[in-house]
């Protein structure tokens, strides 16, 4: 997979995922992709201050991003 199909990919998965942090007030963007296996993600709205945006970051959008793009080892929030 080329860098540029994996942020397709990638963009897909939070297309599936957003809807989910929308209904909640929130968002998700991506900042970036790292050596192929690293994806750097900003969550916004009421996701920043959210108590359990770490476990929507790893149950929810870390496993969408994998569903789309298995060799995607992590993904973290920038704040």
């Known amino acids: 997979m080329t860098s540029e199909e994996l942020k397709v990919n990638v963009e897909k ?4 995922i957003r809807p989910f942090l ?3 007030g929130g968002d998700i963007s991506l900042l970036s992709i790292e050596n192929d296996n ?5 969550l ?3 996701c920043v201050g959210c108590s359990v945006n770490q476990m929507t970051l790893k149950s929810g959008v870390e496993m ?6 298995p060799q995607i ?6 704040e």
């Open 73 to 78: 080892e992590q993904v973290i929030n920038i």
């Open 64 to 69: 969408t991003i994998k569903k789309y793009a």
């Open 22 to 24: 929308q209904s909640d």
């Open 38 to 42: 690293l994806v750097k993600v900003q």
């Open 13 to 16: 998965a939070l297309e599936e």
């Open 44 to 46: 916004k709205g009421a």
